[in-house]
């Protein structure tokens, strides 16, 4: 690895994580900005998902001017923009204030996530890219250890304003390492942007994005669910159309007709619904059902956080070596094992007994599964379309993460028993299960001696 690609990869992960524990600090954070705010739950679930409304309706938009502009114009960008906007949320008088400042927040999040990865699909290529992708999903994963922690010393410390300044500092960081980083972009002279696709594709998935997150709390026959569902299927169905007949896309729909980029991405839709709704019920439960405290129910993950930061630079040289196919079949079959474990657990939950060996299986799986997936899907495009592509992927998995959110009511009832959650862990072993039949049908190792393009 040259020090450029080195510098690369530090970058990619820098910002990356920047997005990523942010969501960690605030979610341990709601209760201290209610309290110092008010606003009630209201303000709380609007901190949320106000940030998560942006940055799902714009991450395609985004993922396409990266390809336009440059990945590392897009991401100065993107990085100046969250600084801001951390900044303004740390000053915020009031609720209606932060979620503002969370909203512009959201906009700067879609620029870093596709660009982070897509600068590591231009910078290395073959076995290298995959281990490289192993290494950021590692440090990526580290985040779901530090955010509660951090989050809850900065808190007990000088209170909730702190984790949004914060901020600052891993950002000035990267934007130093950035200016340094040289990278052989082929940026066209004059620019296009399809704007007619630009507005299409941004209200359509901000319709659906803004229908799964109010789900939940009106149900699906209320107008502030279904509404906005069906506008937002409407105008993606007619951004897909207009994306066919325009010369300069926004989304190459060429892309799909790649194996391992379609296939994938159907691998990842299926993956990714089970693991936020596992993600959920399993937290949940152990508040509601098993009498832990919120901190507790967290750190009840932990060990699959440690295993993707152990094993997921490991599992993504594997892949680079022999190929992601299997690991991408194998990795959702023992995740889907470790979660049959877990339906040991009964409302008196014993962790070490019923839960951890089941936790620790997932880990596994999911190491084994993570990176593979990201180098099949981003190793078979060329780099000039890495950033549409890495943000196909992020919007399938957060769309289906949504969807799957969404759909827990109907496996768990009106309230959360040990029943319902014995029914949830089913779903999720078998969405699992069809991710990892997906991939042993769809997705193609390179031959010999050649990339995935």
């Not at 110092?36 to 998902?49: A, E, K, R």
């Not at 512009?104 to 992708?133: D, Y």
């Not at 207009?242 to 926004?250: D, Q, S």
């Not at 889907?336 to 799986?365: C, E, I, K, S, T």
Request: with cysteine.
């Amino acid at each position: 690895m040259s020090k450029q690609q080195r510098l690369v990869l530090v970058v990619s992960i820098l910002a990356s994580f920047v997005g990523a524990i942010d969501g960690f600090i605030v979610n341990i954070a709601l209760p201290a900005i209610s309290r110092s705010l008010g606003g009630g739950l209201t303000v709380q679930q609007w901190t949320v998902d106000g940030y998560l409304l942006t940055l799902g309706a714009l991450i395609l938009v985004a993922g396409s001017l990266s390809d336009v502009f440059g990945r590392k114009r897009i991401l100065q960008i993107g990085l100046w923009w969250f600084g801001i906007a951390s900044l303004l949320c740390a000053v915020a008088p009031n609720g209606a204030f932060l979620v503002s400042a969370r909203i512009f927040q959201g906009v700067a999040g879609a620029l870093l996530v596709p660009s982070s990865l897509a600068i590591i699909i231009s910078a290395f290529s073959g076995p290298a890219q995959s281990k490289a992708i192993g290494i950021w999903t590692a440090w990526f994963s580290m985040s779901s250890i530090l955010g509660p922690i951090l989050g809850g010393v900065l808190i007990a410390a000088a209170g909730w304003r702190l984790i949004f300044i914060v901020n600052v500092i891993p950002i000035a960081v990267t934007l130093v390492l950035l200016r340094r980083l040289a990278l052989a972009e082929a940026v066209p002279a004059k620019p296009h942007i399809d704007w007619p696709g630009v507005i299409l594709c941004a209200l359509g998935l901000a319709g659906l994005v803004f229908g799964f997150i109010e789900q939940p709390s009106y149900g699906w026959m209320a107008a502030r669910t279904g509404v906005p569902l069906g506008v937002g299927a409407v105008l993606l169905g007619a951004f897909l159309w207009w994306e066919r007949h325009t010369p300069a896309p926004v989304l190459t729909l060429s892309l799909f007709r790649r194996r391992n980029f379609s296939w994938g991405n159907i691998a990842t839709a299926m993956i990714y619904a089970g693991l936020s709704i596992s993600s959920f019920i399993i937290v949940v439960t152990l508040q509601q059902v098993g009498g832990y405290s919120a901190l507790q129910a967290a750190l009840a993950m932990l060990p699959t956080s440690v295993l993707m930061f152990a094993l997921s630079g490991r599992f993504g040289s594997l892949a680079g070596r022999y190929g992601p196919r299997w690991f991408m079949t194998l990795g959702p079959v023992v995740a889907a094992l470790g979660f049959l474990l877990m339906l040991r657990v009964q409302p008196h939950v014993r962790y070490l007994a019923d839960l951890f060996p089941g936790v620790v299986l997932f880990g596994v799986g999911l190491s084994m599964t993570v990176a593979p997936l990201t180098a099949a899907i981003l190793g078979c495009v060329e780099p000039k379309h890495a950033g549409i592509a890495s943000a196909v992927n992020n919007a399938v998995a957060r769309i289906a993460g949504l969807i799957g959110v969404a759909l827990i009511g109907l496996m768990v009832g009106e309230k959360i028993a040990i029943a319902g959650f014995h029914r949830t862990l089913v779903v999720v072993a078998a969405l699992l299960l069809l991710g990892g039949i997906v991939s042993a049908i769809g997705i193609q190792n390179p031959k010999q001696g050649e990339d995935l393009v």
